[in-house]
């Protein structure tokens, strides 16, 4: 019996292991390649690690390239675009959770239907209405469109979370002699936060990658994100792999270090109605 | 301290109508109990009063100012829920002193205010803790604190101890009762504990179906239901209840059962000659003998429960419940005989209301 169980438990690491090792490989290649010196990257065949490292790569993107600038603007627009969805999606989501209203089916029927469309087939319309405003080339149209695309998700997801908090909280407050608002800001919202939280990593990790709209709607080096950046590696008659792998890896940072600012309460927030109390 | 005035209160969420038209008056002080079975409209009709439903018709007057249009902050009113309702990411005290500081009450008042009810339930050691590291019986007394520390003009309790267990419940509803004593503040309770209601009111308010069955003492209500609902309603285990025509005979009258069966009635009630009422009977006012004398019935069942006995009764086809405090109860499958006594009959007619003895048909 308690071999069994032994043998169980290895068998179900031993799985865990092989999942991790096949999720993080390509993690791991971007890592090698990173610091594999350029005379090497041919020559060595295929090889765990390199014979020599070296980080002339990450010099040259951080000091010659554009790099720093597609990695400001992504920042701007990712950050930015969580930032004004979450607020949103925590407004909507609180009053689908909590009011009851003429047309709230129909509103939440068209936020279904934005979902179901393929991007793709939204680019051209979105490029001829943001191009006579201007908007075309520039953060803001990129951060409009992010947030038009993340809005519905999100606000159904923040509705999950405030549906998870009894509604007896903020009569309570509003017994005491809180405005509905107040008791929102004061008592609802304090205990939403890892569903917030939850939302923002979500979004910015969403805009963070986007590669189809930034691609469409910007056109040269000035407004462009990292991930169109990470195209200019390319040429016309060779690719760059150790630069653009040493860019891909400081892509990596801010992500890594959202998640560990919040994977506090993410980790509360996902589970968050699994478990009563 | 104020009083309450409802009058004629209706609401409707669109063609479904929960309250039809309820008219009470709650005097400065008293303590006012709605009970009634689950959907009847008794927490609807708290919550009309602490502006947490919009009133669809009717007015509402605390301390006589009309709060129909009011939100729930500007009532001055308290309000204990059945969950408690403590804000989790907030410690005891700052539970307490919440509508205070909404207030921006000074400190000094708010530490008072805080201590002064703490100190009434025997919260002091837990100021400091979370909601969610205290037992149920202690989250209870923090929103009862919560309710007390701001003296409101009325305090509104939803079903507050229906979440404890049996014991803590009895504990609970003498503390509620000691409290209301100490404080004397006018309270609206609402409760499908009909044990409650008849412990803590002042005055109970029976209801069913969106409508006010009867308002009197609980002691009113259970010696004088003005309906075969509150007859039903009120008391543990509920009263027997048989159809039974009526009859004349000379100075009093008779209940003729189904079967001819006659029960004897103290005095004649102004019922024509025939009619269909309804006869109701405690079951602690049922007499079992075993002398032969009175209707025999057949002992179905014995329940003993420590305090007395509570025995299942089949006359014909009619069940009926005797309560004795007897021990010495008949067993299971005996043949018995019972009796009533005359002057505990209650009369319905064969609508349900209660008829009055005495007065010329």
Same mark, same amino acid.
Request: proline share 5%; charged share 20%.
């Given at each position: 019996?308690?071999k ?11 799985a ?21 010196p ?6 060595e065949?295929?090889r ?17 390239s ?28 609180y ?8 047309a ?6 068209l936020?279904?239907?934005t979902?179901?469309?393929? $991007?793709v087939?939204?680019?051209a319309?979105? #490029?001829?209405? &943001?191009?006579?405003?201007? %908007?075309?080339?520039? =953060? @803001? ?5 992010y947030?038009?695309f ?52 979500f979004?910015?990790?969403a ?11 910007i056109?040269?080096?000035?407004a ?13 008659f ?11 890896? $400081? ?6 270090? #959202?998640?560990? &600012?919040?994977?506090?309460y %993410?980790?509360q927030? =996902? @589970? ?6 | ?32 109990v ?6 009847c ?60 500081r ?6 000094e ?17 837990f100021?400091?803790?979370?909601p ?6 202690q ?16 305090f ?7 979440n ?15 409290l ?26 029976a ?12 002691l ?9 609902f ?29 079967d001819g ?15 269909r ?7 602690e ?11 025999p ?65």
């Open positions: 019996m308690r069994k169980r032994l043998g169980l438990t290895i068998a179900h690491r031993l865990i292991l092989a999942y991790i090792v096949v999720a993080l490989f390509p993690l791991f290649w971007l890592l090698k390649v990173s610091v594999t350029n005379e090497l990257l041919y020559s065949g295929v765990l690690w390199p014979s020599s490292t070296t980080f002339q790569h990450f010099s040259f993107v951080l000091v010659h554009d790099f720093p600038r597609f990695f400001k603007n992504s920042v701007i627009v990712s950050g930015g675009t969580a930032i004004i969805v979450t607020i949103l999606a925590s407004l909507a989501g009053a689908l959770s909590r009011f009851t209203f003429r709230k089916y129909w509103i939440v029927a936020m279904l239907l979902q179901m469309f393929p $991007l087939m939204l680019v319309p979105i #490029f001829k209405m &943001l191009s006579p405003l201007g %908007l075309t080339n520039s =953060l @803001t149209g990129l951060i409009i469109v947030v038009a993340n809005v519905p998700f999100a606000t159904f997801l923040m509705q999950s979370f405030f549906d998870g908090i009894p509604k007896d909280l903020e009569e309570a407050a509003m017994i005491d002699g809180a405005t509905r608002f107040m008791a929102f800001r004061q008592i609802i919202l304090p205990l939403t936060l890892p569903g917030i939280a939850a939302t923002l990593g979004v910015f990790t805009a963070w990658s986007e590669l189809l709209f930034a691609l469409m709607l056109s040269g080096n000035q462009a994100t990292f991930p169109v950046g990470l195209l200019s590696f390319v040429s016309k060779s690719v760059d792999f150790g630069q653009m792998m040493a860019a891909g890896v $400081l892509a990596l940072i801010p992500a890594c270090l #959202f998640f560990l &600012l919040i994977q506090r %993410l980790v927030g =996902l @589970t968050a109605g699994a478990v009563k109390g | 301290m104020a009083s309450i005035h409802i009058e004629d209160i209706r609401k409707a969420y669109g063609d479904f109508h929960v309250l039809h038209g309820v008219d009470l008056d709650i005097a400065d002080g008293e303590f006012v709605l009970v009634g079975p689950s959907g409209g008794k927490s609807t009709l708290l919550r009309m009063i602490a502006g947490l439903e919009e009133v669809t018709s009717g007015t509402i007057r605390i301390d006589g100012r009309r709060v129909n249009d009011l939100d729930p902050k500007d009532r001055d009113i308290a309000m204990v829920f059945q969950s408690y309702a403590l804000y989790p990411h907030m410690s005891v005290k700052d539970n307490m002193s919440y509508s205070l909404l207030r921006k009450a000074a400190k008042k708010i530490a008072g205010a805080v201590n002064g009810a703490a100190g009434k339930l025997g919260l002091e050691p100021m400091q803790r979370r969610r590291a205290l037992s149920g019986g989250r209870q007394r923090v929103a009862m604190g919560r309710a007390i520390v701001r003296q409101p003009k009325a509104l309790f939803d079903e507050p101890l229906s404890l267990d049996a014991r803590l419940r009895e504990h609970m509803r003498a503390e509620i009762k000691k209301h004593k100490e404080l004397g503040a006018t309270s609206v309770y609402v409760t499908h504990d009909q044990i409650e209601a008849m412990t803590l009111a002042d005055r109970i308010v209801m069913n179906g969106g409508v006010i069955q009867q308002v009197g003492s609980p009113d209500l259970y010696d004088r239901p003005a309906n075969l509150v007859a039903g309603f009120i008391g543990s285990p509920a009263m027997n209840v048989f159809e039974a025509r009526y009859r004349h005979a000379g100075d009093a009258a008779e209940a003729v059962l189904g069966t006659t029960i004897r009635l103290a005095r004649a009630y102004p019922v024509a000659e025939g009619a009422i309804t006869i109701g009977i405690r079951p006012h049922v007499i079992v003998g075993e002398n032969g004398r009175g209707i019935a057949v002992v179905e069942l014995v329940e003993p429960t420590g305090f007395g006995t509570i025995l299942h009764l089949r006359l014909d086809g009619v069940h009926i419940k005797a309560f004795s405090l007897e021990r010495q109860a008949p067993a299971s499958g005996a043949a018995v005989d019972i009796r009533f006594a005359p002057d505990r009959l209650h009369v319905f007619d064969e609508n349900g209301a209660r008829i009055e003895a005495g007065k010329a048909p």
